[in-house]
């Protein structure tokens, strides 16, 4: 890897073969763990200006119709998340000169308030050419990472790090982007343009759709997006929680309509009619069968809808273009030929990408042999990748699989994993949030979920927390567990993978982003940090988890006690610097009129807690909050608590499905009441200023070195 300092160049031809399309990251880190910023990509003519806005590609314009950008969201690391951006550089348009990548914050926060500012760039494989570290960020609220550009018919990097005081405005009047003083204001009254059948939600319950991918209708044509619908019993029984009205979209935005939001009354005499269904599930036996049906399901579902195909391939490497297909392949090795459970294949411009697919169910792992054979082939026949699919949630640090790779051959094969928890993330974003291309694309996708949900199906993720957690549990109860013990790391690595699960859960029902709240000390390994937790475990009896979920007022922190055998799911509220102790109290309790009567709520206190109850006993005397000493008064914790399921599976006692419910009710009847945080609320001002087609103007448009 060739580390950059500001202002190097480099030829991406000089550090791989193959560059036509890469990945780039950007990353940072935040010790209290919520800090975070927007990514974005500019396209650049000669002139160092956009084409036209259709050229920015932020959070509400994630892609280009050519493919050759795609915003491909944040990703947890073993120090955090990254947010990743596929480019395909082969596909940049001719008059397009630069490629410009670049990050802000809102709300008033600076970039001089996070750790590690990171840029790296990776080759198709995923292996990391360069990375450049910005050490010296300081007022600045946008930040010029790094840009590609063009020399003859090579590509370069250039390290800029460089910010803007003027934050998002400022960075966008710079490169042309249209600004309009008057554009927050219009945004206001503003309505999404689209129709109706008079039973649909308001569109402005939605956010703007993605733009055009390959092979989508054009902006002319209707984007189609499923209304959220219930998924547990504490979500149907909670508060309405859809974002304020959106305004008019971007220019780059297609149209959108949503579909009623309630379901048409059933036609069936009795509840024992089931409708048809286009992926039966009930008569699968056998894994085998679960295997054959659900690769046929997904690679069908992929094909047919661009959209999704895409969204599951661009992080993999993959082209934007005409995909296809396949199952049970029979190719050539050795004595006895293989059948990967699907191949892949991409066409664009004459040249093909191709990509094996092993595929696991019901819990079942993935095994080496198999895999390495996979490679094997795909490095002599000259394919690209291999993909993994399973239950299983990849980690840092621990491969699923273990395979070996020739360093003599010339041509590198990726091997890449997803889980059926993230397939269903992705459609669940696409079909309820962020909208498809037409209705058939969005019946598909929700045929789709309902075989990955079915139980028959296999594909339920992640759902065994293995053969560990059962000894630990004795250990901890019986006080025979002892630090250093290597079952404890395997439970703190099956604790990390359901967390990522329940925040992939969590977020595609929400259509905002969630991510485990990782706090690793800088130069701690994957391994070192697993092996403390194992230890605290071992000290503590406990499993301990925080998640950032955007629109949530603070962390939300997820505390698994094993020697009590209860979970506890809580958040941390703070007071407003100068508030009166009496009216925060009062305030507190109208915001939680809703709430179970059974929520803790804890008064906390400079260096220490002060008086607790349940909101039951609190809510008709407030004043019982308050310290007797006269004591300041930070903030309050609320939390609730849940019996701890017993088995390590997922059956409705077990001990995942607990974890599960535990969020789910938490985030429904006690997040939902509470107010966004203000960084929120000041994004959704900037947001509703962009949508208006403008960025609202600063006072300085000023460059600032960092």
Known sequence: MREMTKGANVGLADLSDDTGAVIASLSWSSTAGDGDADVSVLLLDGNGKVRSDADFFYYNNTTAADGSVQLLGKTPTDSGSEDRISLDLTAVPADVERLVVAASRYGGSRFGELDDLRMTVADRTGEVLLGFSIADAGVESAFLFGELYRRGTEWKYRAIGQGYETGLAG????????????????????????????????LGAQPPPRTGEAEQPSTAEQSVSVPRQPV??????????APPKRTRGPRTAKKKVTLPALVKKSLAENDAWK????????????????????TSVLLSVMAQVPEFGRRLTAAFGAPAGRMQTFTEVSLPHGDTPKRPDGVIRVERAGKLWTALVETKTNGNALRSDQVQNYMDIAARRGYEAVITLSNDVALEGSPLVAVKTDGRRKHKVALWHLSWAEVAHQAHMLIRHEGVGNAAHAWLLQELLHYLQHENSGCHGFQNMGPSWVPVRNGIDTETLSEGDPRAVEVVESWERLIRQVCLRLGGELGQKALPVQRAQRGTTPQSRRAALADRLCEEGRLTAELRVDGSPGIITIVADLRTGKLRTSVEIPVPEGAYPLTSAKRLMRQLAEAPADLHVETLLEGHSGPRGTLERLRPEPGDMLPTDGSRITGFRLSLFKGMGASRGNAESGFIRSVDDAVDRFHAHVIAYLPQAERRTARRSQE???EAGSVPAASSDTLVPA
Do not use: C, H, M, Y
């Open 232 to 241: 547990r019993e504490a979500e149907a029984t909670g508060p309405a929680t």
């Open 171 to 202: 960075l966008a009047t710079d490169f042309g982007i249209e600004v309009d003083d008057e554009g927050e204001n219009e945004g206001e009254s503003g309505n999404v343009a689209g129709e109706t059948d008079g039973t649909a939600e308001p």
């Open 688 to 690: 509703t200023a962009q």
């Open 275 to 294: 409708s048809a269904r286009l992926f039966p599930a009930p008569t699968l036996k056998s894994d085998k069968e679960r295997e054959v049906r659900a």
